[in-house]
């Protein structure tokens, strides 16, 4: 992140918008409600994997870039958008492919389980958000004073792979008989599991700003997707 190059050569840049993520700060503390000023606890000599040296690594980027502005004398704002899994269609059908990039791909992944299964299913928790919305976050800091400096943690909601199977059933008749239906009961139970989060503050930064729902994040790629790669 060149921000020493807007220091130096940029005094007409007013703002700064970085793409940070959810892995900055996410802390796995039983209990704990996320919100925009926590920070994930990892230190370096803690990474004994790939994994936790991502999510170590989002933190120190982020941090840097936030050091920066208090230990110079910019002329800038800087704000930080954290997102957790980004979840959205292509902007152009074209660039539709089999394979979909990692979060994306997860939807699909949870698909191709056995489509008898009737019994609650062992399955990860995430939160989400569709990519409108990370785009927007991305603007409004340009637009709006009250988020020119700040730490934008946004989530659309959790979602589990029973909740995608659900939607998937409901809204997608074609796909019947070809999908699992899993024990759709269980997706409320298992979606108060997930991660705790309060956004309200920047909610209320953004002037109530309403999140597209994750039932629609689901409709969008795989509506998408099925038009051009139907589920066999």
């Known amino acids: 992140m060149k921000l020493w190059l807007i220091l130096s050569y940029g005094p007409q840049v007013t703002n700064v918008v970085v793409t940070s993520s959810f892995a900055s700060v996410l802390d796995t503390t039983p209990n704990l409600v996320h919100k925009s000023d926590t920070w994930n606890p990892i230190t370096w000599d803690q990474v004994d994997n790939e994994l936790v040296a991502y999510i170590a690594s989002k933190k ?5 870039a936030r050091d920066f502005i208090m230990e110079n004398n910019v002329n800038f704002k800087l704000a930080t958008v954290n997102p957790p899994y980004v979840l959205g269609p292509q902007l152009f059908d074209f660039a539709v492919k089999e394979n979909l990039n990692a979060s994306n791909a997860w939807l699909l992944q949870n698909l191709k389980i056995d ?3 009737t019994t609650p299913l062992d ?3 995430f939160l989400a958000i569709h990519v409108d919305d990370v785009a927007e976050f991305h603007v409004l800091p340009l637009e709006n004073k009250k988020l020119e400096d700040a730490r934008m943690f946004i989530v659309g909601g959790p979602i589990v792979a029973q909740s995608i199977l659900n939607v998937v059933n409901k809204e997608f008749p074609e796909v019947q008989g070809k999908v699992a239906k899993g024990k759709p009961d269980s ?13 309200s503050d920047i909610v209320e930064k953004a002037d109530g700003y309403k999140f597209i729902p994750i039932e629609q994040c689901i409709t969008d790629v795989l509506g998408q997707y099925f038009e051009h790669f139907p589920l066999k």
């Open 60 to 64: 120190y980027a982020e941090k840097a």
């Open 115 to 117: 489509k008898t299964l």
């Open 123 to 125: 399955q990860e928790l």
């Open 187 to 199: 997706a409320d139970e298992l979606l108060k599991l997930a991660p705790k989060y309060d956004i």
